[in-house]
């Protein structure tokens, strides 16, 4: 029996998707939750599997069509037996395979297989880089980019005028379109650089206190909570929920010409991943542990790695902490999260000579930087709002103290 295979119901806040990767083609045997496409969104990539073991009927929607939600993609038929990968690359015919041209040995994407076609090249010769050694139209690109390379010119016959030649180098250049979730981050980006009135406040935070108690706890903090690894970003996300309580404006969203204060405090934590910045939410941080802090946030890095991440899991947050010196940076200025009014960065951890007591003394310092709406976020309420996270982080003991 014929089913059709539709794209998931998109949240209001996502408007269409895309068609990123069909993972079968039709004939192919698939097993029940096997992964059969990938939708790609402004915001995740979801994900859509089969729902019983059968065979892919069609393909309607190809890779890279826009799709609405709920939008039919394919049919599916429950219960037939169709070939399987390994079935179909031995089905190649013992001419095509002694030509090494069949590109029935060589699991393919509808796109790549376009652009092996049109320029009539050699699937086996082209390096594949997709799940299960799956050739995608990127690793088509990258051949042909390859190739397009200049020989180098036949040397000149001892008859022939010999010419000045000027070796350029190689001047390889590809083009692959924006994903939309790259497009949707660019677009945010410029929407909050744009239309909000952003300033930057920053300050530099003495980390030895900090890194003393975490050195004096981290053996006995990871065996009591199930190998979970107590590190810096917990304890900033502790004093960030407790700062965002006694700057209530930090905390606040603008709607329209509305001013909405969060009696809560959800805070995303800026995630890179290979498709781009995603920020997922921690909710009701300061009722969360250390630990869970921690797991959660492990937990999230992985799913963005994957992809995994879900839209309910970037959906929301009322202020954001982005870690830039996990990368080495040692200042920079963090753009808005729109709605929110600000956004707390921090830095690289290095050893500067410091003045203390008229003593100088080498110390492990970083710098952070508070990024915040003006109109919303008066100067003064920004510079507390920063000094009160650098008092906690150089004396911990007032995030457990709340003083």
Do not use: C
Not at 7 to 23: L, Q, R
Not at 113 to 124: M, R
């Amino acid at each position: 029996m014929s089913t059709e295979i539709k794209a998931p119901t998109f949240p209001e806040s996502v408007a269409d998707g895309t068609i990123a990767t069909w993972h079968k083609q039709p004939g192919e045997q698939v097993s029940r939750d096997e992964l059969i496409v990938d939708i790609e969104t402004d915001k995740v990539v979801l994900e859509i599997v089969a729902p019983d073991d059968g065979v892919i009927e069609s393909i309607i929607k190809q890779e890279g069509d826009v799709i609405l939600s709920a939008e039919v993609i394919g049919t599916f038929t429950a219960g037939a037996s169709g070939t399987t990968t390994s079935e179909s690359a031995s089905q190649a015919t013992p001419e095509e395979s002694d030509s090494g041209t069949s590109a029935s040995e060589i699991i393919m994407s509808p796109a790549a297989k376009k652009l092996v076609e049109e320029n009539k090249l050699i699937p086996q010769a082209i390096s594949a880089s997709g799940k299960d050694g799956r050739l995608t139209k990127e690793d088509v690109v990258n051949h042909l980019a390859t190739a397009s390379k200049p020989a180098p010119a036949p040397a000149a016959s001892p008859s022939a005028p010999t010419m000045p030649s000027v070796d350029l180098g190689p001047r390889a250049e590809k083009r692959v379109p924006m994903t939309r979730l790259r497009a949707s981050i660019a677009r945010r980006l410029l929407d909050a650089s744009q239309n909000t009135a952003m300033l930057t406040t920053f300050n530099e935070v003495n980390m030895k206190p900090l890194m003393d108690l975490r050195k004096q706890y981290k053996d006995i903090f990871e065996k009591t909570h199930n190998g979970t690894k107590l590190g810096f970003m917990s304890l900033f996300v502790k004093a960030a929920a407790e700062a965002l309580k006694r700057f209530p404006a930090v905390n606040a969203s603008i709607d329209g010409s509305e001013m909405v204060y969060h009696g809560y405090q959800d805070i995303g934590v800026a995630v890179s991943s290979e498709k781009g910045l995603v920020v997922p939410v921690l909710r009701d941080a300061d009722t969360m542990s250390l630990a869970t802090i921690e797991s959660s946030i492990r937990t999230f890095g992985g799913k963005a790695r994957d992809g995994k991440l879900t839209i309910e899991e970037m959906t929301g947050g009322t202020f954001t902490i982005s870690n830039g010196g996990v990368f080495g940076s040692l200042m920079s200025t963090p753009i808005l999260n729109p709605p929110q009014t600000a956004i707390l960065g921090m830095h690289k951890i290095q050893d500067r000579p410091m003045a203390v007591n008229g003593e100088v003394v080498i110390l492990p310092m970083m710098y952070l930087a508070l990024s915040y709406d003006h109109r919303m976020i008066d100067g003064k309420e920004a510079v507390q709002f920063l000094v009160t996270i650098k008092e906690m982080i150089e004396d911990p003991a007032r995030i457990l103290l709340e003083i």
